[in-house]
């Protein structure tokens, strides 16, 4: 594994306008290959941007509803044109693109704290929802505003050093208790509902404990 | 405001002398508890110090006596060793955490534990440090599960892990799990990297760190000291100044802020007020194991059984009365 160069975005979205928003992750993404960079990276719910006004107004005020619509209305759905556009994006520049959205489902009218991955191959290759907002976050769903100007920070990683640094210090290997210390993740998906006819499985994905016990 | 007076010792040992240096943390605590200090909290295996032979020498060459010195001055819990620590903890009324080289009585391992003594003199809790670190494997053993435990001071909740185990999220989260307020990470761990995971923790969890170091100058190894030429190879001190341990002691509030040190290169008891009331309020923001968490998600099974190397069962067959048959011991139970 050769080195690799990233590229960190810090920069400022266009506030609750997707479309606009994913022209900048366009733009500086295209700007960060063409320095070299194999992985770009956009902050925390960069597309259509952060709701900052959870932290400066009373929750379900009118002024905060109306706000909260807007992000609604702007936020990225998977799998629809705004992810296309950025799948493209990883794709034609042959870069991982990893990108922080607010995500909502289509069917539904709760957004997430997401974070998507896209690979080379312009598949979307992991997605990430925030398990716990933070404070003030619980109010839209899920701090990042730019003092000043933004820009692109680059290193050179080589990931080789990683690895070669785990010979002193290894936390789920070789400095792990596993006879002590046992983590147990449910990794089940969780839906809030499920559908099909009574003879058939229509139970929601069953919680089998000890499958992670 | 319900405030923790505590200590912070970054001292030096008297290499491989317990009964040397037990002297030093009877006059060192002495000194705190003269400061109005209620807890004073003493470096990883300060009793009877670092076996730094580890790391100046390649592992097993020639370190036989060395070896043979750690052993002998270990400290046996329940020895005089322990009983003089009790005694100092009650005769100056304070809480006392002391990093020691831990052996069984008859045992051959040394373990890197740290004893927590109350001011009634009572061994109220003891931590074995789970997995020793680098060149630490050759000398010390791995602590079970079965000293995991915070103690109820009646001041506070304290409790903490050793050195590199602060890097164990597991293991923190476990002891996060039982409410504690004031960490204590007895460490030998120097430089800048080890005050940010000081104050990362202090952050995560919301609560008090004290990291305590010890000092050693190469000028305190004792002039009798076996091979003392021998101690450090030529070219050490060049390479690597005359601080065997240059110490980084230094109390975190809850925000991460700095309350006293980093002190290095120096001996010097860091003494802050803890404002424990501060806690709770904090953990509004952010609680890992309460609010903050997701157990839907994550569990963590931990196994807190004492792990002897051996159970005997007894062979009683000979000894004990036939049990009686099965049908008058359920009528005798009135079923």
């Known amino acids: 594994m050769e080195p690799v160069k990233v590229a960190a975005v810090q920069a400022a979205p266009v506030l609750l306008d997707r479309d606009q928003t994913l022209g900048k992750v366009v733009a500086l993404a295209e700007q960060a290959a063409a320095e070299g960079a194999r992985l770009v990276a956009f902050p925390e719910a960069f597309v259509p941007g952060y709701p900052d006004w959870v932290w400066r107004t009373r929750p379900w005020d009118a002024e905060a509803t109306a706000l909260y619509a807007r992000l609604f209305d702007q936020a990225v759905t998977v799998g629809s044109p705004a992810t296309d556009v950025l799948a493209e994006t990883a794709g034609r520049l042959q870069i991982w693109l990893a990108v922080g959205v607010d995500e909502r489902d289509g069917g539904d009218s709760t957004i997430y704290n997401t974070l998507l991955h896209f690979a080379p191959d312009g598949s979307l290759a992991g997605r990430h929802r925030k398990l716990m907002p933070t404070g003030g976050d619980w109010l839209s769903r899920g701090n990042t505003t730019i003092i000043g100007p933004g820009g692109i920070l680059y290193a050179e990683i080589d990931a080789r050093q990683a690895r070669a640094a785990r010979q002193q210090f290894d936390p789920a290997g070789h400095y792990g208790r596993s006879d002590v210390l046992r983590l147990a993740v449910d990794t089940t998906p969780r839906s809030a509902a499920s559908f099909g006819r009574r003879d058939e499985a229509a139970e929601p994905a069953p919680h089998r404990p000890g499958e992670v016990d | 405001m319900s405030a923790l007076r505590v200590a912070a010792v970054q001292a030096a040992y008297v290499l491989m002398d317990r009964d040397a240096t037990i002297d030093r943390v009877a006059e060192l605590t002495a000194a705190a508890a003269r400061e109005g200090a209620q807890l004073v909290v003493f470096p990883e295996v300060f009793v009877p110090g670092t076996p730094i032979w580890i790391d100046t020498q390649p592992i097993w060459e020639g370190d036989e006596d060395w070896f043979g010195l750690l052993a002998a001055n270990a400290v046996v819990i329940g ?11 009650a005769q100056h009324q304070v809480w006392l955490a002391v990093g020691v080289d831990e052996r069984e009585e008859h045992g051959g391992t040394i373990y890197n534990t740290v004893l927590y003594f109350s001011p009634q003199g009572v061994l109220a809790g003891r931590h074995r440090k789970l997995v020793p670190t680098g060149s630490e494997r ?19 909740r304290i409790g903490g892990l050793t050195c590199w185990e602060n890097y164990m999220p597991l293991a923190r989260f476990h002891l996060y799990s039982q409410g504690v307020e004031v960490w204590i990470a007895p460490t030998l761990a120097v430089g800048d990297g080890w005050i940010a995971t000081m104050q990362h923790l202090a952050r995560e969890n919301r609560m008090f760190v004290v990291g305590v170091n010890p000092v050693l100058h190469t000028d305190q190894i004792p002039a009798g000291f076996p091979h003392r030429e021998r101690l450090l190879p030529p070219g050490f001190v060049e390479r690597n100044g005359p601080w065997l341990e240059e110490g980084n002691t230094v109390v975190v509030a809850p925000s991460g802020t700095v309350l006293a040190g980093p002190v290095r290169e120096r ?13 709770a309020i904090q953990r509004r923001h952010l609680d890992p194991a309460g609010h903050y968490n997701r157990p839907d998600v994550f569990r963590l099974h931990v196994d807190t059984s004492p792990r002897p190397a051996v159970v005997e069962t ?4 000979l000894t004990q009365a036939p049990a009686a048959p099965p049908n008058v011991a359920a009528a005798q139970n009135g079923q």
């Open chain 2, 267 to 279: 001996e010097e008891t860091l003494v802050a007020d803890l404002d424990l009331t501060t806690i």
């Open chain 2, 138 to 156: 050759t000398v010390w053993g791995m602590g079970d599960g079965s000293t995991l435990r915070v103690v109820d001071t009646g001041l506070g």
């Open chain 2, 314 to 317: 007894p062979d009683t067959s």
């Open chain 2, 79 to 89: 020895s005089p060793a322990t009983e003089r620590l009790a005694a100092i903890a």
